[in-house]
């Protein structure tokens, strides 16, 4: 048999054969002698076909685990086939070199590298700082560790990323303060720069976050309480001047603060935790008493501005022992909304017979009866839309004969920038405008009862007046003081051209001054300074700027 380029070259007869088949009848089971020989001439052609390929098989390693193993592969799989054929799964974090869906070659590797995640929470320490103030508070060069140090613990939240058991990576992904670190402080005095001045009655002030107390003089100071956390919200002596009210911070979880008296008549200071928290708008002494107070309570949030107000009254009793009433049985005005923007809450302050508050809240001013909690609306004020997270209160002062109120009036709408200072007479009428475009924070003060020049008996109120009227949310002040009337206004401190003050209530002396006169105590760049309503001489009587509020009684 030959065979050239799959043409069959047939013998001759074959030919003649086949040309004559179509001249013969066959019989339909009977094959012919030569097509039989063609049937076999058929079988034998297909006999020498070449053979059909057989598919190319690929010897693969995969390590995992710590194992070899060899597999088979058909030629052209790729990593995810192997991994198939040898029976193995990836875990979420696995991974595998070469990547899934690399084309494999014989003699390939493949390696499953396996993959997990640790997390680790390990607590460090924050180092506390150290805080070095000058103070004219104590005598030059000597110092008083007004608060220890503290360190401070935070959580660091550590992600270890292991490979096939051993640590590739360690990163934070979270830290969170246990404990705040707590500042050390140290006050060093320093040399007073400042004239000493005498005063009449005891002025309490706070510089550092620490209570000091001057008397008769100026120069005079002494630490009164040096705990380094007073927060300010509350500051207030006793009639008498022998107790100090005032709030501390609080570390207890959900308390802004903690209430707390301190005895000033014994050296050292003797302090009483009232045990009553969160007090933030208003605390203060019975009228005439040393061992009763009264306070409004808030609520903590986590929100701004930090507390939901309560909006409430109620009246706690003390001994020098430390015993405390249960005031919490029997509210002296319960808990109510507050009003419009009720939630910052109500200010209230003590009328001449202690019988009678008066009380300021956005929306209004009126009067609280202290024996049945009953509340008087005095005068409807426009509530200030600030568009922040505060409300504005109106300032709130009272006439020394309890006549007349002292206050701030808001004109509509609720954006105006026009805020008047008004009396409201107590005996009947309309509220009197006696400033206009005073700023909302005039905060008056009405000073002490004076014998006028005709015999009778007068009084002065000092005010706060905005520098920019219409901007007065931003503006800074000038003190000012006028007659009960509004009559005979007279700046005084400071000077036109020189900054002015921050918002702030001015303070009376409760006597006249060994020189003569009354004088008006303000903060001034965090000093406190000392303004003679009589003569308009302002002196300076600290100089370290650490002076945050004050009383004077």
Not at 180 to 203: F, N, S
Not at 390 to 419: C, K, M, R
Request: net charge negative; charged share 15%.
């Amino acid at each position: 048999m030959r065979l050239y380029h799959s043409r069959i070259r047939v013998n001759l007869p074959i030919r003649s054969w086949l040309s004559g088949l179509g001249k013969r009848t066959f019989h339909p089971l009977r094959l012919p002698h030569n097509l039989a020989g063609l049937v076999v001439l058929g079988f034998l052609l297909a006999g020498c076909s070449p053979p059909r390929a057989t598919q190319a098989m690929i010897t693969v390693l995969v390590a995992v685990d710590g194992q070899e193993s060899t597999i088979q592969l058909a030629a052209g799989s790729n990593v995810q086939q192997a991994l198939q054929a040898a029976g193995l799964s990836l875990g979420p974090l696995d991974r595998v070199e070469p990547q899934a869906f690399t084309l494999l070659g014989d003699g390939a590797q493949v390696r499953v590298i396996r993959v997990r995640e640790e997390f680790s929470v390990v607590e460090e320490v924050i180092p506390f700082e150290r805080q070095v103030l000058q103070t004219e508070s104590l005598p030059d060069q000597s110092s008083l560790l007004v608060q220890s140090g503290e360190n401070g613990v935070q959580e660091i939240t550590y992600r270890m990323v292991f490979e096939d058991d051993v640590e590739v990576s360690r990163r934070a992904v979270k830290s969170a303060i246990v404990k705040e670190p707590q500042a050390e402080v140290l006050m060093v005095g320093i040399r007073a720069a400042h004239t000493p001045v005498g005063i009449p009655g005891k002025l309490v002030y706070l510089s550092g976050s620490n209570a000091w107390m001057m008397e008769q003089s100026t120069a005079n100071r002494r630490a009164l309480v040096t705990t380094g956390d007073l927060d300010g919200r509350v500051l207030a002596l006793s009639d008498d001047g022998n107790w100090l009210l005032y709030t501390r911070r609080s570390e207890a979880e959900e308390q802004i603060n903690a209430l707390w008296v301190a005895d000033l008549s014994v050296d050292p200071v003797r302090e009483i935790d009232l045990k009553v928290p969160n007090i933030v708008q208003f605390a203060d002494w019975l009228p005439g008493s040393n061992s009763k107070i009264v306070f409004s309570t808030v609520e903590p949030r986590s929100a701004a501005p930090g507390w939901q107000a309560n909006n409430d009254l109620y009246a706690l009793s003390f001994s020098p022992s430390g015993w405390t009433s249960n005031w919490e049985s029997k509210p002296v005005l319960e808990a109510n909304s507050g009003g419009v923007y009720g939630w910052w809450g109500m200010n209230f302050m003590w009328g001449p017979d202690g019988e009678l508050l008066a009380y300021a809240r956005p929306d209004g001013i009126g009067l609280l009866s202290f024996a049945d909690g009953i509340l008087s609306g005095l005068m409807d004020v426009t509530p200030l839309q600030t568009g922040g997270d505060w409300a504005w209160v109106p300032g709130l002062t009272w006439g020394p004969d309890g006549n007349t109120l002292y206050t701030v009036q808001h004109a509509t709408p609720e954006v105006s920038p026009i805020f008047n200072l008004a009396a409201i007479p107590l005996s009947g009428g309309a509220p009197v405008e006696l400033v206009p475009q005073a700023g909302m924070f005039a905060y008056p003060s009405a000073s002490p009862e004076q014998e006028s020049e005709t015999g009778e008996s007068a009084y002065q109120v000092a005010y706060l007046q905005a520098i920019f009227p219409t901007q007065s949310d931003t503006s800074r002040y000038r003190l000012v003081i006028m007659d009960r009337d509004g009559s005979n206004p007279q700046v005084l401190f400071p000077q036109q051209g020189e900054q002015g003050l921050d918002p702030q209530q001015p303070a009376w002396s409760p006597g006249i001054m060994p020189e003569g006169g009354y004088a008006v105590a303000v903060l001034y760049k965090g000093d406190l300074w000392l303004v003679n309503t009589t003569t308009g001489l302002a002196q300076q009587i600290t100089g370290d700027g650490l002076i945050s509020k004050l009383t004077w009684k």
